[in-house]
């Protein structure tokens, strides 16, 4: 007996199909972020070398223009960066080891000194009887939970072992990113049409110099501050003036937003601990270089190489912090003026009729 149903209550032959599909565009969509999520430390490591390949691009193409080989070009580049992130923390790690030991030697006179004062702000007895029954108490915290500790430790050594580990491959990367630079730029290009590999060329070389502009321009304000704070903290007499004045340079520049203020409480911890009125002086010279970096020198450095107004590149900060952390915090701001040369190169600036404005039409 024949199927006499209608054929309008019967399944379009389309229908299995298209869901087949929809369930392999899923299943493929969630394996894509599952892979993501599993290889995520590689992808922030190889985001980070990139970001470092076009900071130091400018360097070793200005070597190669002037007969350099690129991979010896390369090489003297990379140790020179090496070189300078190792000086800053050769420079920093002694003073922070006698700087704690200095707090510990001080503690006893700065409860007797302050300690009336302290009291009344926390509502806690701070005499050394009392400090001695918090050392003996957090003794026997330590005693009682002694595997936990270890453990926490143990993690502590490991997650340096990854941080290690994490800056290696980015250094590794960085080397080749550079070196075979232009075999890569010709390997991307060749991916594309000749027609859009002006345009891919275009977009490329306005990533390498709004980046390697931001580093630029970070190590000259870095550079001013550093002498100028090294130079005050000296007439000051603030105990290792040259370290503090290379941390205030170095934090202020390359973290944005916040670097100034994280920047400034080193510096003010060491002035207070050695003499209050010290930490007092080391404010108002702080404050007032930003003032004369903010009005006098950012905008003149700045403006031969990112010009950002002050919002957008805030609101990069606080989203790179957001998404990426430190990382993030670092390539924000090149980030932010790589899209703004982008949208300046390819929507074009029409002149406004200024009556039209709603402040003229109310007036």
Known sequence: MEDTKPERDQMPGWIPGLLIR?????????????????????????????????????????????GWKRSAATTVVFIGAVLMAVGFFAIMLPPIVRQVQAVGDRVPDLVLEYGPQLEELIGQELSLEALSQQVGDLQAFITDNLPTLTSGVT???????????????????????????????????SLFPPDRQVEIARMWNIAIEKTGGYVASRLVLATFSAVFSFVAFVLIGVPDALALGVWVGVISQFIPAVGTYIASIVPLFVAFVDAPIKALWVLIVLVAYQQVENLLLAPRVTSRTMSLHPAVGFGAAIAGISVLGAL????????????????????????????????????
């Open 22 to 66: 929809t369930v392999l565009v899923v299943l493929a969509t969630l394996a894509t972020l599952w892979l993501i999520g599993q290889i995520s430390a590689l992808l922030i490591n190889l985001l980070a070398a990139l970001f470092l390949s076009f900071a130091l691009e400018p360097a070793v193409a200005f070597l190669a223009r002037k």
């Open 328 to 363: 993030g915090a670092l390539i924000a701001l090149p980030t932010a003026a790589i899209i703004q040369a982008f949208i300046s190169a390819y929507f074009a600036e029409h002149p406004v009729d200024e009556s039209q404005l709603a402040g003229d039409a109310m007036g």
């Open 155 to 189: 993690g502590v050594f490991s997650g340096v072992g990854r941080v290690v580990i994490s800056a290696l491959t980015v250094a590794l990367f960085t080397f080749f990113l550079l070196a075979d630079g232009p075999k890569l730029r010709r390997r991307v290009f």
